[in-house]
Nanobody, 119 residues
Framework: VQLQASGGGLVQPGGSLRLSCAAS????????MGWYRQAPGKQRELVAT???????NYADSVKGRFTISRDNAKNTVYLHMNGLNPEDTAVYYC??????????????WGPGTQVTVSS
């Protein structure tokens, strides 16, 4: 199973970006999916998660600005980011809890995509 993220880049303060992350491989079912981020010199932190039924959880710092969604048929999770500010600058990592075709449950991480908010 592999995760591939896309959509990062450079954006001005107040701008928007959408990140995508698709899981591929021998997947039986994808459970919770999420986004984490790591800024320089800081620990990786939770941004948002979403379960297969659609329930979501957000870090306080992004509530009201970011929206996580998913397409279960495509095993893809999205992060819509609005009102970006320089404090959102980080490498963003997607994460997925997957049951593979051998019915083994594992957690996978994507390689990370850089988001830079700067004027």
């Amino acid at each position: 199973v592999q995760l591939q993220a896309s959509g990062g880049g450079l954006v001005q303060p107040g701008g928007s970006l959408r990140l995508s992350c698709a899981a591929s491989g021998s997947i039986f079912k994808t459970n919770a999916m999420g986004w984490y981020r790591q800024a320089p010199g800081k620990q990786r932190e939770l941004v948002a998660t979403i379960i297969s039924g659609g329930g979501t959880n957000y870090a306080d710092s992004v509530k009201g600005r970011f929206t996580i969604s998913r397409d279960n048929a495509k095993n893809t999770v999205y992060l819509h980011m609005n009102g970006l500010n320089p404090e959102d600058t980080a490498v963003y990592y997607c994460n997925a809890n997957v049951i593979d075709d051998r019915y083994v449950r594992s957690t996978y991480w994507g390689p990370g995509t850089q988001v830079t908010v700067s004027s």
